[in-house]
Each structure stands twice: as C-alpha cells, then as structure tokens.
C-alpha cells in the first residue's frame, strides 16, 4: 500500500480518535473519574500521535484543516446520535425527560447551537478553501 493511502488512513483513524477524546473529556468529569481520565488521555495522544505520524507525508495544513473539521463534524453528529438516542429511549418508557437533551453531556440542542456549529464548520471550509 503507497505511503500516502496509510498517512490519509493514519488521519482518519487519528480523527476518531479525537471525537473519542472529546466524549471522554466529558465522562470524566473535569478529570475526576480514574477510568474516563485514562482513557481520554489515552485517545488524545493517539489522536495526537496519530497525526504527527500522518504528516510526514500530507502537508500540515491541509491535514490539520481536515483534521479539525472532520473532528467538528463528527462530533457533532455523534451528539445529535445521542439526542436521537435519548429522544427514542424517553418516547419508548414515557420518562418525563426533555428531549432537546443530548445523552453525552447535557448540552441543550437548540436552532441557535445548531446555527452555531453549522457557522464554524462553514468558516472552517471558507477559510481553508483555496481555488
């Protein structure tokens, strides 16, 4: 397999990485849970080390841009699964429990954190574009 695929893969894998990183800052509660607080540092070196070891062979910025934006956009969509998640689980078992609540941190869903992070990924692109 060419260099290059294995750097693109290594990024890929290094992204997951860091979406993993993101849900276990979460769960470890300001780094107060042992077993959240192992694993959170575990996935941000892996994501860390991971792309270093990418960028040996894709430019730092175009790897870094995609990093960061694929992260964002992943991370996002795993909230919104939680919200789906938790909206399914309260309509099956009646719960009276919001159902703007996104099951992996509390965090309200809303059309404004919707359009905020929606605005982010649009100045992500925007300011990577190069035509």
């Known amino acids: 397999m060419p260099a290059i695929r294995i750097a693109w893969i290594l990024l890929g894998v290094s992204v ?30 892996s994501a860390v080390w991971l792309t270093t070891l990418s960028t040996k062979q894709i430019v730092i910025g175009k790897a870094y841009a995609l990093w960061a934006g694929a992260s964002t956009a992943l991370t996002t969509v795993v909230g919104l699964s939680g919200t789906a ?38 100045a992500m692109v925007v300011t990577e574009y190069r035509p």
């Open 85 to 122: 998640v938790g909206y399914f689980v309260q309509t099956e078992t009646q719960v009276e429990s919001s159902p703007n609540w996104i099951a992996l941190g509390g965090d309200r869903l809303s059309a404004i954190n919707l359009l905020g992070a929606a605005l982010i990924l649009v």
């Open 16 to 45: 997951t990485a860091e979406v993993l990183d993101t849900i276990g800052l979460k769960i470890s509660a300001g780094f107060t849970h042992l077993v959240p607080t192992a694993f959170t540092i575990m996935s941000c070196a």
